[in-house]
């Protein structure tokens, strides 16, 4: 069954805690992309990456960190420099030649 | 920088009734465009895309939209809405000519409608 995972639905950060956020996707797909989404204010790119081992700063990157150690994982480090991390989080995938992009299911991320 | 614009935020409609939403972007150049849907507890899902050929486009569940390059718009409609098509709509939009694949959002659209 193909698709794009992220767990946990759910997390809870405490102040001064980095925390990571899972995505993977079995599609086979090159480029793995991370939003934020706030309410009325659409998604807002934070990285993205077209392969393996290389990965740019999107629109919010500030108190985010990323990793493509291999092609299926990406995941998000919301490190204690991000000041307002409440917010909903959607990992999207992309074949290489396609600029259709395919959303997981999303992580909720609330802070104690 | 490009910049999508959804100017309905919230838009409620009786079954039946016709759907015309709004989208306009600021990039010039080449651009493909997207509607996606979020239904309430879902994944965002891709409803239609445009990337070359005819500007007016089909999607899944009765869903249309025309590009009309110059206007800088995707509008999205559809002649009869279901009590089903509650939803939060976005408009997306990337740029044709260049490797970025990553897609500039518009704020979205909820769309309520009653039985």
């Known amino acids: 069954d193909g698709g794009i995972t992220q767990s946990p639905k759910y997390l809870f950060r405490k102040e001064g805690q980095n925390v990571t956020l899972s995505c993977e996707q079995n599609?086979?797909?090159?480029?793995m992309y991370w939003y934020r989404q706030d309410p009325g204010q659409g998604l807002r790119l934070i990285y993205y990456?077209?392969?393996?081992?290389?990965?740019q700063k999107g629109d919010i990157a500030e108190g985010y960190s990323v990793s493509r150690e291999k092609k299926e994982s990406f995941p998000l480090t919301v490190t204690s420099a991000q000041k307002n991390p409440t917010a909903f989080y959607l990992c999207?995938?992309?074949?290489?030649?396609?600029?259709?992009?395919?959303f997981g299911p999303g992580t909720r991320l609330l802070v104690l | 920088a490009q910049s999508v614009s959804q100017h309905n935020h919230h838009v409620i409609l009786s079954e039946a009734a016709s759907l015309e939403l709004g989208c306009n972007y600021s990039?010039?150049?080449?651009?493909?465009l997207f509607w996606y849907v979020q239904y309430p507890g879902q994944h965002l899902q891709l409803l239609l895309k445009?990337?070359?050929?005819?500007?007016l486009v089909k999607g899944i569940k009765g869903f249309e939209a025309e590009f009309i390059k110059s206007k800088f718009s995707f509008n999205l409609r559809k002649p009869s809405v279901q009590w089903s098509d509650t939803a939060e709509y976005f408009c997306?939009?990337?740029?044709?000519?260049?490797?970025?694949?990553?897609?500039?959002f518009g704020s979205g659209t909820r769309l309520q409608v009653q039985p």
């Open positions: 990456s077209q392969i393996v081992n290389d990965f």
């Open positions: 599609l086979n797909h090159d480029a």
């Open positions: 990039y010039g150049g080449t651009v493909n």
């Open positions: 999207a995938s992309s074949a290489s030649e396609s600029e259709t992009q395919y």
């Open positions: 445009y990337f070359s050929g005819d500007p």
């Open positions: 997306a939009v990337n740029r044709g000519d260049t490797g970025r694949r990553a897609l500039t």
